[in-house]
């Protein structure tokens, strides 16, 4: 019955009566064990985007993905009408969940609206693209639609009916790719995307990113356990190799009074070989000290892999020898791809979007491990070729 009415509704009305319809008859039979988003890159400022729909009525959000970003934070200063808003209450469970900075009580309008109510709790969002915190962030709940899948193809719709997110003022959508209204955060707490999909619907703390290096074809995120298969019929979760995650201390995004640990995911590098000689670089970079620093960090917030100078140098001249034989053009394409961060960056390496892109990364949050394929090229595949024809 209710596939028939969406059908009618289909013709007749918006697409959002479609996602309504096709929800409320899976909310009571179905339960999904994996759940996958879209992901491209933009042409312009190579940030991979994905859509999600939020909201009563139901829109569809435009944001940018955050691997290490604690929140899924958005813009809700301009354009955002929801009769499903609720600002998360001081001391409730969803604070707690938030680790929340402060406790407020808005008065800058006269009016509650979404973010500005009273006896609400305040998280950090950050924008990592113009690198700035924002300490006011309204913690809220609403309505979030996602596909499930069972990793051949995305399946039915289903609901997360008090998804925590952030609410903040336009001015931290700065930098974003056009029409983005903010950031799909895929840290490592407990109101990032993965734990809170996790939560609702009791599958395991993981994820698993395979970014596509083309600006017209769809790579994917997907939350919950494999398979991951990408056509033609490659179950490309066999390819994982596996490496612990570390944990920083401290991280952007958080208040260190809070004295909570990171959200972002770091690898232990040890050394670093080019051509399978070992380039010389300084051991304490790559170890994360005791305020945060150093070690090595993955992150979507940068484009290319960002090394500190004497890290930097070191690669660039080992890849320069090690080029001396190969075409000129070549060795501009690879070298592009690294950049010089300074002498003195809070991280010390930041493995950038390019280097992981067709590569399937999975993300262990519960047990700390990263599992990585290389490239999927090799296994004569590519992160666009999951089968994003829906089976629902
Ligand atoms: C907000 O206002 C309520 C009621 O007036 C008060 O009990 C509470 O302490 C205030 N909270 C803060 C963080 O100021
Ligand atoms: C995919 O590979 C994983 C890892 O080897 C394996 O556990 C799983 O059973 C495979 N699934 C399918 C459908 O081939
Ligand atoms: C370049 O290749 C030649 C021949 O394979 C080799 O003799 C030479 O050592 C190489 N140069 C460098 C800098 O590796
Ligand atoms: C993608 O999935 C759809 C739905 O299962 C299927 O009909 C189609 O043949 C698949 N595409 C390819 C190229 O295998």
Redesign the pocket.
Known sequence: MASKLCNVFHFLLYSHFLLFCSISSAQTSFSPKALVLPVIKDLSTSQYLTQISQRTLLVPVKLSIHLGGQTLWVDCEHGFTSSTYWSAICGSPQCTIAKPNTCSNCTSTPTPRPGCNKNACLNTPENPFINTLYDGGEIAEDIVLIQSTNGYNPGQVVKVPQFIFTCVPTFLTEGLASGVKGTAGLGRNGIALPSQFARAFGFARKFAMCLSSSTSSRGAVFFGDGPYVMLPNINVSKSLIYTPLFISPFGTGYVPYLNEPSSEYFIGVKAINV?GKAVPVNRKLLAIDKRGNGGTKISTGKAYTVMQTSIYNAVSKAFA?????VSRVNKDVICLAFVDGGLNPTKSIVIGGYQIEDNLLQFGIANSRLGFSSSLLFRQTTCANFNFTSQA
């Open positions: 051509n020898e090690g080029l001396s034989n």
